[in-house]
C-alpha cells in the first residue's frame, strides 16, 4: 500500500515543489558546465529500472567528453577524488550531489522515486543472483539506504545488501530517515569517494 500508493503521491507532490528550485539551479550551473567542457551539458545514462525495465536517468555531466569507461576489479564503476575524466565543474557538482538533481524529471515520469535503491548500469542485471532481484520490486532512488549511509564507500555487491534492506523494510519512516541522513552526507561531503 505504502511503496505502490502514498509513496507515488508524496514523490509527485514533493517534485512538483522542488521543479522551480531544481530548473533554477540548472540553468545557473548550464553555463559553467558549457565553458568548462562544452555540450552536452546532460548526461542520459541507460538504467536498470522496476522489475528490470531499463530507462534513461538523467545527470548533469561531470566528465569529459568520450571519456572512457572505467572499472575496478569487481565492475564497479572507477571513482576516485583524483579521477582525470571529471572537470572541475564536475568535481563541485559531485561534491554537492547537484549533477543528480535532472533526475527530478526521471521522479515526475515514474521511472524513480526520490528514495529507493540507486539503479545499476544494464550489465548488472545478468549478474544478479534470484534473491538480489527481489530489490527489483522497489523503483529506484535519487537517494536510497545505501546511497545515505555508506554513499561511494561501498563495493556494488554490498550496495545491493543495503538494497535488499530497504525493499524488505521500506516504510514511511525509513524513508524519512534516509532522506535525512542524505541531508547530512551531502552537507558534510561523507563518503563521495571510494578510498
Not at 553555463?31 to 555540450?39: A, Q, T, Y
Not at 524513508?175 to 541522513?181: A, E, T, V, Y
Amino acid at each position: 500500500m505504502y511503496e505502490n500508493y502514498i509513496k507515488r503521491m508524496i514523490d509527485l507532490m514533493f517534485s512538483i515543489l522542488c521543479l522551480p528550485i531544481i530548473m533554477l539551479v540548472i540553468v545557473v550551473v548550464f553555463p559553467f558546465v558549457c565553458i568548462d567542457d562544452g555540450l552536452p551539458v546532460f548526461y542520459n545514462a541507460d538504467r536498470i529500472g522496476r522489475n528490470g525495465k531499463l530507462f534513461k536517468m538523467y545527470k548533469l555531466r561531470t566528465m569529459k567528453n568520450n571519456s572512457p569507461d572505467i572499472r575496478t576489479e569487481e565492475g564497479d564503476t572507477f571513482n576516485s577524488e583524483d579521477d582525470p575524466r571529471v572537470t572541475q565543474v564536475g568535481k563541485i557538482l559531485r561534491k554537492y550531489s547537484i549533477d543528480e538533481l535532472p533526475q527530478i524529471f526521471n521522479v515526475i515520469k515514474g521511472d524513480m522515486s526520490i528514495i529507493g535503491p540507486r539503479p545499476d548500469p544494464p550489465d548488472w542485471l545478468e549478474k544478479y543472483t534470484e534473491e538480489e532481484k527481489l530489490f527489483l520490486n522497489s523503483r529506484p532512488g535519487i537517494t536510497g539506504y545505501s546511497q545515505a549511509y555508506y554513499r561511494n564507500s561501498v563495493n556494488s555487491r554490498e550496495k545491493i545488501q543495503n538494497d535488499l534492506y530497504y525493499t524488505k523494510n521500506c516504510s514511511f519512516f525509513l524513508d524519512c530517515c534516509i532522506f535525512l541522513k542524505t541531508v547530512s552526507s551531502v552537507f558534510r561531503h561523507e563518503n563521495i569517494y571510494r578510498k
